[in-house]
């Protein structure tokens, strides 16, 4: 007789419509989803070609499936149309249970021994977790790759080194600053010192959210790369604990020159060469 993985893989293949129409409806009731037409078929068509590989899957050894062969909306539409991981996830989940549901009351099931039932069941769950993994993969990689984007496009606008006149600039920093944002905005200074000449950099600190040491030392690093350019520096807004905190770190604060806010450093400055 016919191994029960072997008959369950034909009947995958050669009802895979059947079963989708049953089991989807069931599924989105359950979880009190509604779906325009193009997500339902979008659902559809992946649950089809699923069940398919499902199929192909019960006629493999577990170590030989591969997560990527039987993957869920890998191409990310549904993430696109703005649905949410954890529908796609429960959507996959529900409907698995349903499937097992049916095969339980088919007469493939019926007719195997327990221990075969056991073990083909074990393979269907297994095949919809590589699936699931898969979409949570292809999510979490696309997700991270808009954060980085995301990142790259305000560390560039977000800290613009502002001309005042032909010789002079202000950079102010605003937000929050991890390392990768500073180099950022590091190289973007230098950058903007040499391309423009600048005799004089106002570097301000009052839009600062929150800083740390690697925030302190990186900014005295910068600070006497620009005074190797020939540019002078001076620094605006620093709050009492940022001072605090620089002294802490040993700071050498002989070599920099501060002032409580810009408008006082720009009026103090620009007055004393009249």
């Given amino acids: 007789m016919e191994k029960l993985n072997a008959r ?23 979880l009190d989803i509604v779906y325009n037409d193009n997500d339902l078929n979008y659902h559809f068509e992946m649950l089809r070609l699923l069940l398919d590989r499902v199929g192909e899957s019960l006629l493999q050894p577990p170590e030989e499936m591969s997560a990527a062969e039987i993957g869920y909306d890998t191409d990310n539409y549904l993430y696109s149309q703005g649905v949410l991981l954890k529908q796609t996830v429960d959507v996959l989940s529900v409907f698995r249970l349903s499937l097992i549901k049916h095969m339980r009351r088919s007469d493939l099931i019926q007719e195997a021994e ?9 393979q269907v769950v297994t095949a919809f977790d590589a699936a699931i993994r898969a979409t949570t993969d292809s999510y979490n990689r696309t997700k991270e790759s808009e954060h980085e984007e995301m990142e ?3 560390n560039t606008v977000s800290s613009p080194v502002v001309l005042i006149d032909e010789f002079q600039a202000v950079l ?8 990768e944002r500073f180099d950022v905005v590091k190289d973007h200074t230098l950058h903007k010192v040499k391309e423009h000449g600048l ?3 106002f570097i301000d600190f009052s839009g600062i959210a929150t800083f740390d040491e690697v925030f302190i ?3 005295f690093n910068l600070t006497k790369t620009i005074k190797l350019l020939g540019t002078r520096t001076v ?7 940022m001072a605090v905190a620089a002294i802490q770190s040993e700071m050498n604060f002989e070599e920099l020159e501060t002032f409580s806010d ?3 450093a720009l009026i103090t400055i620009n007055d004393s060469k009249v």
Wanted: aromatic share 6%; net charge negative; glycine share 6%.
């Fill in 172 to 179: 102010p920093l605003v937000g929050e600053f991890s390392p």
């Fill in 262 to 264: 810009l408008k006082q």
């Fill in 8 to 30: 369950l893989a034909k009947y995958f293949k050669n009802n895979q419509t059947k079963l989708v129409n049953e089991l989807l409806p069931q599924t989105l009731d359950e």
């Fill in 114 to 122: 327990v221990e075969e039932g056991f073990l083909v069941t074990e």
């Fill in 235 to 241: 620094l605006t807004g620093i709050r009492t604990e």
């Fill in 152 to 154: 790259k496009h305000l």
């Fill in 217 to 219: 030392n990186d900014l």
């Fill in 199 to 201: 005799r004089l950099l």
